[in-house]
């Protein structure tokens, strides 16, 4: 089993950053794609950004694109989120998830590709 908790969410202005954070236990985080989406009230939830096993390969949603940036150091079990330029329509809950790849280099950007999640952290951006 995999156990992935975020950190990092709170409220902040427009224009504003926010760095979110998420820890992995369980298993070697090397072996996992790891992925960010969110959910923002009433929207169905969509793909953030994805980031291969070894964090050479990324993936971003059109609309965070040039603004976030994903990143992990699998010596921490850690993925993190850099959120810059935050918009209001950011505003959402973030979860972030993993999926067992096997050093496959692979990233995935759908809901049903991943198999683990976190109970979500709540960025909140005022304009």
């Known amino acids: 089993q995999v156990q992935l908790v975020e950190s990092g969410g709170g409220l902040v202005q427009a224009g504003g950053s926010l760095r979110l954070s998420c820890a992995g236990s369980g298993r070697p985080f090397s072996s996992l794609a790891m992925g960010w989406f969110r959910q923002a009230p009433g929207k169905e939830r969509q793909f953030v950004a994805g980031i291969s096993w070894n964090g050479i390969s990324t993936r971003y949603a059109d609309s965070v694109k040039g603004r976030f940036t994903i990143s992990r150091d699998n010596a921490k079990n850690t993925v993190a989120l850099q959120m810059n330029s935050l918009k209001s329509e950011d505003t959402a809950v973030y979860y972030c998830?993993?999926?067992?790849?096997?050093?496959?280099?692979?990233?995935?950007?759908?809901?049903?590709?991943?198999?683990?999640w976190g109970q979500g952290t709540q960025v909140t951006v005022s304009s």
């Open positions: 998830a993993a999926r067992p790849t096997y050093h496959s280099d692979s990233i995935y950007f759908t809901e049903d590709d991943y198999d683990y």
